[in-house]
Antibody
Framework: EVQLVQSGAELSKPGESLKISCKGS????????IGWVRQMPGKGLEWMGI????????RYSPSFQGRVTVSTDNSINTAYLQWSSLEASDTAMYYC??????????WGQGTPVTVSS | QSALTQPRSVSGSPGQSVTISCTGT?????????VSWYQQHPGKAPKLVIY???KRPSGVPDRFSGSKSGNTASLTISGLQAEDEADYYC?????????FGTGTEVTVL
């Protein structure tokens, strides 16, 4: 059974760094693109970036380029989303998602991130 | 990369049909047959209901159907049921990445 299990809720202060994770299981991790999606409170879904673990090809949506870093550790089938300096506007639910050409077939359960002083 | 345009809300009575549009450009919706649709209930992760414009994943009821004409894709829910009340998002491949629609709230009256 394919599963994407994300790390737990985070409460951070503005200016702090943060790294959240998404562990894949039940499939060949390096053969599928993984993406990160932001959903701000009461708002829609936004693609942040996608990565192909097999060769580390990484692509960012223009709105998120330079603001976040997407990476993987293929030895433990885990994808990461990290910030070097959080802002209050980063408060949101973050989903990881397994991609196929036609879209997303599996989603993580979501990681809520709250940034508040 | 701008979000694809969807109506903010649509509604219908049980048993009726509703159609949600998703308008993009020739660089996304119009350029590829890789449009997908997602259903999201409050507090839950999205769920795939249509992919490759008109294909249904296993387990999705056949009352969900998709189509595309030019730069606009559409999701139709026929025989609307109470459990179909949710937010729906379209998504299109855009060459090097993907773009979501603005989202549509479906209300079952």
């Amino acid at each position: 059974e394919v599963q994407l299990v994300q790390s737990g809720a985070e409460l951070s202060k503005p200016g702090e760094s943060l790294k959240i994770s998404c562990k894949g299981s039940g499939y060949n991790f390096i053969r599928h693109w993984i993406g990160w999606v932001r959903q701000m409170p009461g708002k829609g879904l936004e693609w942040m970036g996608i990565i192909y673990p097999g060769n580390s090809d990484t692509r960012y949506s223009p709105s998120f380029q330079g603001r976040v870093t997407v990476s993987t550790d293929n030895s433990i089938n885990t994808a990461y989303l990290q910030w070097s300096s959080l802002e209050a506007s980063d408060t949101a639910m973050y989903y990881c998602a397994r991609l196929f050409t036609g879209g997303v077939d599996y989603w993580g359960q979501g990681t809520p991130v709250t940034v508040s002083s | 990369q701008s979000a694809l345009t969807q109506p903010r809300s649509v509604s219908g009575s049980p048993g009726q049909s509703v159609t949600i549009s998703c308008t993009g450009t020739s660089s996304d919706v119009g350029g590829y047959n890789y449009v997908s649709w997602y259903q999201q209930h409050p507090g839950k992760a999205p769920k795939l209901v249509i992919y490759d414009v008109s294909k249904r994943p296993s387990g999705v009821p056949d009352r969900f159907s998709g189509s595309k004409s030019g730069n606009t894709a559409s999701l139709t829910i026929s025989g609307l049921q109470a459990e179909d009340e949710a937010d729906y998002y379209c998504c299109s491949f855009a060459g090097r990445h993907y773009v979501f629609g603005t989202g549509t709230e479906v209300t079952v009256l």
